[in-house]
């Protein structure tokens, strides 16, 4: 069996502002190719309301989908189409803005002030730029979560593991989207299809992924003379809060939790292999589609479907 390689541990972003919104961005800066067919990731975590409750406000999408992860506090949205809802402590929304969409999203804080939450964007193909949009809006409750004996824990957002399949369905780029848990000490074997782009993002605790073939060691701010280990030694790459793990092809990976456990979000998907031509929140395949798509905001022919 081969096992997943680990290539890189990436420190996010420092704090950026997001719509008036202070975040972090652990990827989409433009490297769209390491992480196809995903685009970006925010952690939208603060426990000061002045720092998120400017929101983000009306704004367009076309071309992707986003998914929103909401772990404290709430977040309140509307959209053209005259969809509105409140998403609240582990619930999911699942949008594809296809065509296109203007919608607003808002977060709030909880009792004592708190908002975690993820959005992820994921790509999808020339073949679907321009399908209708949809809604999947996902409760806590429908969210399966299984437990293994050594007590780690998934909650299986999208995708099939551990026999339990997730219920967002009819993503173009077939994701998985677990958040795995893992408890202090403990080492955990997860499998990945070799098929599949995959990256972990840890937001609680810490721990090790490990190299156990082929060890393509990539010296960063984490990784700490890597040359320097026993030849044979498979290269031990330690991950924090806040730190991005991207993959190589496999079918597992490795981690070992820290004194604290670790938690991080599982995602892979299948990549879509074409040119990507990206304007903020518009993401189509070429320029000449991007100038259409802004044309059509100035004249008011940008949504195709009511």
């Known amino acids: 069996m081969s096992l997943r390689p680990v290539q890189q541990i990436i420190q996010t972003k420092p704090t950026i502002e997001g719509a008036g919104v202070k975040l972090q961005r652990a990827f989409g800066f433009g490297k769209t190719r390491d992480f196809d067919p ?37 977040v309140e949205h509307g959209d053209s189409l005259g969809n509105k809802g409140k998403m609240v402590a582990g619930d999911v929304q699942w949008m594809t803005a296809g065509s296109g969409i203007l919608h607003q999203e808002m977060p709030r804080g909880d009792q004592q002030g708190r908002m975690h939450g993820f959005q992820l964007w994921a790509n999808l193909p020339s073949s679907l730029k321009m399908t209708d949009p949809r809604y999947q809006d ?110 190589d092809r496999g079918d597992e990976i490795v981690v070992q939790a820290g ?13 879509i292999e074409e040119p990507v031509a990206w304007y903020g929140p518009i993401v189509m395949n070429t320029q000449e589609q991007l100038r259409q798509a802004v044309a059509e905001l100035q004249d008011g022919t940008f949504i195709k479907h009511r």
């Open 259 to 271: 004194d604290a456990g670790i938690r991080f979000l599982l995602v892979s998907g299948k990549p």
């Open 138 to 247: 996902i409760p806590a409750s429908a969210i399966p979560e299984v437990t293994d004996d050594d007590g780690t824990r998934v909650r299986v957002i999208c995708g099939e593991f551990w026999g339990k399949r997730g219920p967002v369905e009819g993503v173009a780029a077939d994701p998985h989207y677990l958040d795995v848990s893992v408890p202090p000490g403990q080492t955990k074997r997860l499998q990945v299809e070799t098929t599949r782009n995959a990256f972990a993002y840890v937001f609680a605790g810490s721990g090790t992924f490990q190299d156990a073939s082929h060890p393509r060691a990539v010296l960063t701010e984490q990784v700490a003379k890597p040359d320097a280990r026993p030849v044979n030694a498979p290269p031990v790459y330690d991950a924090g809060n806040h730190s991005l793990v991207l993959f």
């Open 38 to 74: 995903f685009l970006l990731l925010d952690d939208f975590r603060n426990d000061n309301p002045e720092d998120y409750l400017a929101g983000f406000p009306w704004h367009p999408h076309r071309g992707i989908e986003t998914i929103t992860y909401v772990l404290a506090g709430s």
